[in-house]
């Protein structure tokens, strides 16, 4: 069973669309991390995310930590190309680390 | 330069032959740990550890042993590695002995195949 689930798994849009990419759990985390991942190389921190409800503006990047601390979401306004990768979130249980199976996100010219 | 850094890159093996994946970080960090990346199920803990001798099983721990000898290295053995265990394997550190609200800090990946 994936303690994080992450939706949409595969996204391919034009750029300068919008999307969000969601992480959700029935557990309830004390904090969430984004991270990015490009080929061949490891995972980026983002954000991390601690207060239910916050939200935090990262550029183009909006992302918002669930009040029950379930759940949470990346919203990308006016994709580039660069925007392209792996997104990841994760999330602490009990002294390990847990990662969502990632978004696949393609950002076409 | 602040890294963690993991030799080799690329490893290409036989079953059952033993092979150690070392792992390094300059950081100083207190908590360190082994992920294995594969299709379709993303990046798994297999070990982590939050100070030296000690140690922990992730979530798919069969088959690897660790040890944390000293705070900057975390070797990842294989003893007699499988096929099942081909996958892209990276290390990651982190300054506080716990990984929550910390920003792991992790190695390029080694990419290992066994015959």
């Known amino acids: 069973t994936q303690l994080l689930e992450q939706s949409p798994q595969f996204l391919s849009i034009q750029e300068g669309e919008n999307l969000t990419v969601y992480c959700n759990s029935s557990s309830v985390f004390s904090s969430l991390q984004w991270y990015r991942q490009e080929p061949g190389e490891g995972p980026v921190l983002l954000v991390t995310v601690v207060t239910g409800g916050e939200v935090k503006k990262l550029k183009r990047l909006t992302f918002q930590f669930g009040d029950a601390r379930k759940d949470s979401s990346l919203h990308i306004t006016a994709a580039q190309p660069g925007d392209t990768g792996l997104y990841l979130c994760a999330g602490e249980i009990r002294g390990g680390l847990t990662f969502g199976k990632g978004t696949h996100l393609i950002i076409q010219p | 330069e602040a890294q963690v850094t993991q030799n080799p890159r690329y490893l290409i093996t036989v079953t059952g032959k033993k092979l150690t994946v070392t792992c390094s970080q300059n950081m100083n960090h207190e908590y360190m740990s082994w992920y294995r990346q594969d299709p379709g199920l993303g990046l798994r803990q297999i070990y982590y550890?939050?100070?030296?001798?000690?140690?922990d099983k992730g979530d798919v721990p069969e088959g690897y042993k660790v040890s944390r000898k000293e705070k900057r290295n975390f070797p990842l053995i294989l003893e007699s590695p499988s096929p099942n265990q081909t996958s892209l394997y990276f290390c990651a550190s982190s300054p506080q002995p716990y990984p929550g609200g910390n920003e792991q800090f992790f190695g390029p990946g080694t990419r290992l195949t066994v015959l």
């Open positions: 550890s939050m100070n030296v001798e000690v140690t």
